[in-house]
T-cell receptor, first 116, second 113 residues
Framework: ETGVTQSPTHLIKTRGQQVTLRCSSQ?????VSWYQQALGQGPQFIFQ???????GRGNFPPRFSGLQFPNYSSELNVNALELDDSALYLC???????????????FGPGTRLTVL | SQKIEQNSEALNIQEGKTATLTCNYT??????LQWYRQDPGRGPVFLLL?????KEKRKERLKVTFDTTLKQSLFHITASQPADSATYLC????????????FGPGTRLSVLP
């Protein structure tokens, strides 16, 4: 076990709704990254937070947003859900060095989101 | 943009044999490359990291090689066991000062008893 927890484990929403996913990072880690993993594919980077600030973003629209709290836990918010947002959402924590550079990430179990 | 390919979607081998998985990349020169294991419905688990100046890295029954000329990494599991059955992902550090990782699509390995 990595010590990274995510909630909820499963979620079903309908198109147009909004969702918030939560992640608690491993003790001592100051960096959280979020990934979207569609069935049969590798994880795709959404964004990273380092010391409460966004520290890099992948090719995802602005309706994907996030937050990191002082205890380094994090939220991923998705507005105006679309059918293609159905996926496993993974968060990964790490100890970021300069500018949040990381080399090893520890993943949580993921949240399975289904959009109907 | 970076592109990562893994040799095949699925690989079946007999227990006791060596499994060899391939990761090829283009349009990038990563500072390091990683391999992860992912079981169904679970998050990836870090296995090994190899840096650009390293040719080979070992950990127990696992061995990773990194050829920056060929832009390829090979991942070997020796004396494979049914418990090694999983999807294996390679990932390279992104082009944003390592602030993200680019993952390959994964290879699903099945070790048959």
């Amino acid at each position: 076990e990595t010590g990274v927890t995510q909630s909820p484990t499963h979620l079903i929403k309908t198109r147009g709704q909004q969702v918030t996913l939560r992640c608690s990072s491993q003790s001592g880690h100051n960096t959280v990254s979020w990934y979207q993993q569609a069935l049969g594919q590798g994880p795709q980077f959404i964004f990273q937070y380092y010391r409460e600030e966004e520290n890099g973003r992948g090719n995802f629209p602005p309706r994907f947003s996030g937050l990191q709290f002082p205890n380094y836990s994090s939220e991923l918010n998705v507005n105006a859900l679309e059918l293609d947002d159905s996926a496993l959402y993974l968060c990964a924590s790490s100890s970021g060095g300069e500018r949040g550079h990381t080399d090893t990430q520890y993943f949580g179990p993921g949240t399975r989101l289904t959009v109907l | 943009s970076q592109k990562i390919e893994q040799n095949s979607e699925a690989l079946n081998i007999q227990e006791g044999k060596t499994a060899t998985l391939t990761c090829n990349y283009t349009n990038y020169s990563p500072a390091y490359l990683q391999w992860y294991r992912q079981d169904p419905g679970r998050g990836p688990v870090f296995l090994l990291l190899i840096r650009e100046n390293e040719k080979e890295k070992r950990k127990e029954r696992l061995k990773v090689t990194f050829d920056t000329t060929l832009k390829q990494s090979l991942f070997h599991i020796t004396a494979s066991q049914p418990a090694d059955s999983a999807t294996y992902l390679c990932a390279l550090d992104g082009d944003n000062y390592g602030q993200n990782f680019v993952f390959g699509p994964g290879t699903r390995l099945s070790v048959l008893p």
